[in-house]
Nanobody
Framework: QVQFVESGGGLVKPGGSLKLSCQIS????????MGWYRQAAGKRRELVYV???????DYGDFVKGRFTAHRDHAKNMMTLQMNRLEPEDTAVYYC?????????????????WGQGTQVTVSS
């Protein structure tokens, strides 16, 4: 299975910033889609930010210039810088991949999810 190494998250006041990081461990050959989804209590999981292997980006409307993402294809790593956080951003943020292939053979064409990290925005 796909192995995620996630870091970041925590408690921040409204208007503050947090940075999330996610790396896929192992000898990865390629990752088609990588990014984050989030799920607030009682709500459905929703897209935050995904970067495709060709550089295309897909993100939720709420990002609106507050969040920026960077994907390091060589390191199989992605970061999400979240600025001007609002209480509505409170959720568990899940690192996500689709289409992971390892150098030694195994491939995971479907969606895979990290364990999630809590982001709480509260005064």
């Amino acid at each position: 299975q796909v192995q995620f190494v996630e870091s970041g998250g925590g408690l921040v006041k409204p208007g503050g910033s947090l940075k999330l990081s996610c790396q896929i461990s192992g000898r990865v050959d390629s990752i088609y889609r990588m990014g984050w989804y989030r799920q607030a209590a009682g709500k459905r999981r929703e897209l935050v930010y995904v970067i495709v292997s060709d550089g295309a980006r897909d993100y939720g409307d709420f990002v609106k210039g507050r969040f920026t993402a960077h994907r390091d294809h060589a390191k199989n790593m992605m970061t999400l810088q979240m600025n001007r956080l609002e209480p509505e951003d409170t959720a568990v943020y899940y690192c996500y991949t689709k289409g992971v292939t390892y150098e030694d053979g195994p491939s995971y064409p479907g969606e895979s999810w990290g364990q999630g990290t809590q982001v709480t925005v509260s005064s």
